[in-house]
């Protein structure tokens, strides 16, 4: 543990002192009886008692691919394109608005299965990771009563089960998502176009990194605040419980909360 704390980034054979300490290694990571889980159990741990200590804490969550494309590994599925192989990872980080990092609070990975001749896939549906990830947060939120916590996600994450859940909860902790849907409003405006109509708050600035086909560059953003009231979409709001995602994988809760799945 020590030689890959000291050198994350590097592989297996670079980190270890010799075959020995290689293929001790390896062994370890073949041991069927040693969890994920039970491994991060500790960091989980330590990960909330630093969140006791801050007044604000932030809960960011994004999925990742894990690209494992012609390596020799089994339980792969296809990420963005049918051809990769892979697996999909769902962390929960845990910042202070200052940005210092705290650790992990949970974790789901999956694999996908292929899609059938229909073009569609047998899992369930995988937009249960944020409804899941902001339970979760609720949970915490009981055994931090000191603590302010936010949820925060991108777009992907602009549902509206995800949003009723947090109101059947309660709202123990905040939530801010990034709108992916202009939607309509009970009165017949836009949602974007109502909020950008209010008088402004104020702006941010940051600073974008370089990437493929655009410079860096400083980005101006101005602020709206406006409170509406969403239409529930009623016909889309059934969902598989969390419970039959057979093949994703997440840490224990310790408690359930308001009949969380």
Known sequence: MDRFTADPTASV??????????????????NDSIDWRALMAPHWQQTQQRMEAQPVVLCLQDTTELDFNDQSAFGLGPLSYEAQRGMYLHPTYAVTPEREPLGILDAWMWAREKK??????????ESLRWIEGYE??????????????????????????????????GTPADWLVRAAHNRCLPDGDKLWQHTGAGELVGHISFAMAARHGAKARTVRQQLWVRQVELRQAKARLSAPPASSCTRSMRHPAPSRSNGAC
């Open 13 to 30: 054979s670079k980190a270890c002192r010799g075959r020995g300490e290689t293929m001790a290694a390896y062994r370890f990571f073949d």
């Open 116 to 125: 059938d001749k229909f073009g569609k896939r047998g899992d369930p549906k």
């Open 136 to 169: 979760r947060i609720a949970e915490m939120a009981a055994n931090l009563p000191a603590t302010r916590l936010g949820y925060v996600a991108d777009r992907e994450a602009d549902l509206m089960p995800l949003m009723l859940r947090t109101q059947e909860l």
